[in-house]
C-alpha cells in the first residue's frame, strides 16, 4: 500500500507534529521576524499566527508569508477577543488537524524561538513544559523593575491561593502534549488576558498533569506596542482569587463529607 503524503508523520525532537501558535495584535513590526526565527530555530514545526483582524495589517503580512510557505498557516479572526480566546481557536485548530504537540508563543520576541529546542526535548517527559523566567538558569533582560516586580509578586500569589507548584505559572511560553490539551476542560476557559495561563496551570494541575519547566532568556520586547494595561492585571487578580475561594471551598465540602462518613483524617 502506498502511503498518502498526509500520512506521514515527522517526529520533531521525539514529540511528533509540532504547531507553534503565535497570538498577534498589530504585530506587524515583528511577525516576519519571529515566523523566520522560528523557521531557522525548529525547521520541522509548523506555525499559525493567530490573528484578530488587526488594524495594523498583522494579518495580511502573515497570509504573504503563508503564502510563500507551506509550514506557515493564518487564523484569520473578526477582531480583538484577547489572547485567551486566541490561543483557545489555536488549540482548537491545532486538535482538529492531529497535530501531538502546541507551542505558546508571543509574537514580540520575548519568547526566543532558540529556545524551542530545548522546550520540546523536555517535552518528551512532560504534559506541559513552561519556559520559566524564574527557574535556576533563566535570564530577563530589560525589563523594567515595574515589570519585575510585577512577575514576581504574580507567580507568588499565584502560588500561595492556588497551590499550583511551578514558578512561573504567568509565562506565555508553553509546550502543551495534545493528550493533555484533551483532558483539560478547555470550555471551561474564561480568562481573556495572561490570567489564561495561570488558569490553564491550574487546569494541568489539577489534572495531575507532568508539568516541567526550563529555564528560558525572557528579552522586553524592542518593537510594537504592548497590549498588557491595568485591565489584564485586575483580572488576574480577580480570577487567582475567586479560583482560591472555590478551591477552599471544595476542600472544606470534601473534608466535611469525608467526616460525616468517618473517614476523617485530621484528629
Ligand atoms: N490574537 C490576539 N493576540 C493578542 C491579543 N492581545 C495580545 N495579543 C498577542 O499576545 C502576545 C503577548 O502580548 P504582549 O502585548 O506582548 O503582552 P505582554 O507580553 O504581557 O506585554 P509586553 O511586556 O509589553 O510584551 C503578543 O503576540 C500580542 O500580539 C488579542 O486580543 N488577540
Ligand atoms: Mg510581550
Known amino acids: 500500500m502506498v502511503a498518502q503524503l498526509s500520512d506521514i508523520r515527522p517526529v520533531v525532537f521525539g514529540v511528533g507534529r509540532v504547531l507553534v501558535v503565535i497570538p498577534t495584535y498589530n504585530e506587524a513590526d515583528n511577525v516576519a521576524a519571529i515566523?523566520?526565527?522560528?523557521?531557522r530555530a525548529a525547521p520541522q514545526v509548523e506555525i499559525l499566527v493567530a490573528d484578530d483582524n488587526s488594524p495594523d495589517g498583522t494579518g495580511a503580512l502573515a497570509a504573504a508569508l503563508a503564502r510563500d510557505d507551506g509550514q506557515v498557516h493564518v487564523l484569520h479572526r473578526d477582531g480583538k477577543r484577547g489572547l485567551g480566546a486566541a490561543y483557545l481557536a489555536g488549540f482548537a485548530?491545532?486538535?482538529q488537524r492531529g497535530y501531538d504537540a502546541v507551542v505558546e508563543m508571543d509574537a514580540d520576541g520575548s519568547h526566543a524561538p532558540e529556545d524551542l529546542p530545548a522546550l520540546l526535548r523536555a517535552a518528551r517527559d512532560a504534559d506541559v513544559?513552561?519556559?520559566?523566567?524564574?527557574?535556576r538558569g533563566a535570564r530577563v533582560l530589560n525589563w523594567p523593575l515595574r515589570r519585575l516586580m510585577l512577575s514576581r509578586c504574580g507567580n507568588l500569589y499565584a502560588?500561595?491561593?492556588?497551590?499550583?507548584?511551578?514558578?512561573?505559572?504567568t509565562g506565555g511560553y508553553r509546550v502543551y502534549r495534545a493528550a493533555v490539551l484533551d483532558a483539560l476542560d478547555l470550555e471551561s476557559v474564561c480568562s481573556q488576558?495572561?490570567?489564561f495561563q495561570v488558569e490553564?496551570?491550574?487546569?494541568?494541575?489539577?489534572?495531575?498533569a507532568r508539568i516541567v519547566e526550563v529555564p528560558i532568556t525572557f528579552a522586553e520586547r524592542e518593537r510594537g506596542t504592548s497590549k498588557m494595561s491595568p485591565?489584564?492585571?485586575a483580572e488576574a487578580l480577580w480570577r487567582i482569587t475567586g479560583w482560591a475561594m472555590r478551591d477552599r471551598r471544595t476542600a472544606v465540602r470534601r473534608g466535611w463529607r469525608a467526616a460525616t462518613v468517618g473517614q476523617a483524617r485530621w484528629p
Not at 129 to 135: F, H
Not at 159 to 169: F, M, S, T
Open 35 to 39: 515566523v523566520r526565527r522560528v523557521r
Open 93 to 95: 485548530w491545532a486538535r
Open 129 to 135: 513544559v513552561i519556559g520559566s523566567r524564574w527557574t
Open 159 to 169: 502560588r500561595l491561593a492556588l497551590g499550583v507548584p511551578v514558578a512561573d505559572a
Open 193 to 195: 488576558g495572561y490570567s
Open 200 to 208: 490553564l496551570s491550574r487546569l494541568a494541575h489539577r489534572a495531575g
Open 231 to 233: 485591565l489584564i492585571v
